[in-house]
């Protein structure tokens, strides 16, 4: 038998094993340091991206979509309709039991828009699934651009995703300022800063997930 299967490893391979360690040990304690420092630097250049003030659009696009969360975001979208900002217009994350006239009911103003120019999908159940709902209704209408409507807070996340789906799309954002955001900043307000921290979270996870995720190009393209 020789020596190092009687003793053990060798003392080399020890040493090495154990330099091997310690370096792994450095490496993980210097990745937690720079997260530490990066997360908050990237929560104040998030938070100062968050529009603070709705903003008028004077370009067009193809189609308009809204994504269902805030009260104010549907009655935003159908104005964008009816000044003839986009074609047609898809309200995404619909309640499955919900119906085109339930909602039409609650802005009558715009019914016509509603009879001729409105898709609803009921199957997006978050951000994601919104924009793969996106991607389906863009595609078969073979729109090159769009106006997303989300809130304000949401809206980084959203884009991120849609254009994630949609890479040749034309993006505008049209963000939907709560009350609460106009009336004052968010580091005077516990629970928009609260907010507006889990939004950013969400979307560093986002982030992280479309680089694993190839784009659909890239996956139709493979």
Not at 62 to 70: F, N
Not at 87 to 113: D, F
Not at 141 to 149: A, D, E, N, Y
């Amino acid at each position: 038998m020789d020596r190092e299967t009687e003793n053990g490893p060798a003392p080399a391979r020890v040493g090495i094993l154990a330099r091997l360690s310690r370096v792994f040990s450095r490496l993980v304690t210097a990745c937690f340091a720079v997260a530490l420092v990066a997360l908050p630097i990237g929560f104040l250049y998030f938070a100062k991206q968050v529009a603070q003030s709705e903003r008028q659009i004077s370009e067009s696009a193809d189609g308009i979509v809204v994504l269902t969360g805030g009260s104010s975001r549907i009655n935003d979208a159908m104005e964008l309709l009816a000044a003839g900002k986009g074609r047609r217009l898809l309200i995404t994350g619909v309640y499955p039991e919900t119906r085109l006239a339930e909602i039409a009911h609650k802005v009558p103003k715009y019914q016509t828009s509603f009879a001729c120019c409105v898709d609803l999908d009921r199957s997006a159940l978050n951000t994601f699934g919104n924009a793969l709902e996106t991607r389906r209704w863009a595609v078969e209408r073979q729109f090159k651009s769009l106006i997303v409507v989300t809130s304000n807070y949401h809206m980084p996340r959203a884009m991120a995703e849609i254009a994630h789906q949609l890479p040749d799309v034309r993006l505008i954002a049209y963000p939907v300022v709560s009350e609460t955001i106009k009336a004052e900043p968010w580091w005077t307000s516990p629970s928009t800063a609260r907010l507006l921290l889990s939004e950013y979270l969400k979307y560093i996870v986002a982030l992280a997930r479309m680089q694993i995720d190839p784009s659909p190009t890239v996956r139709e393209a493979g």
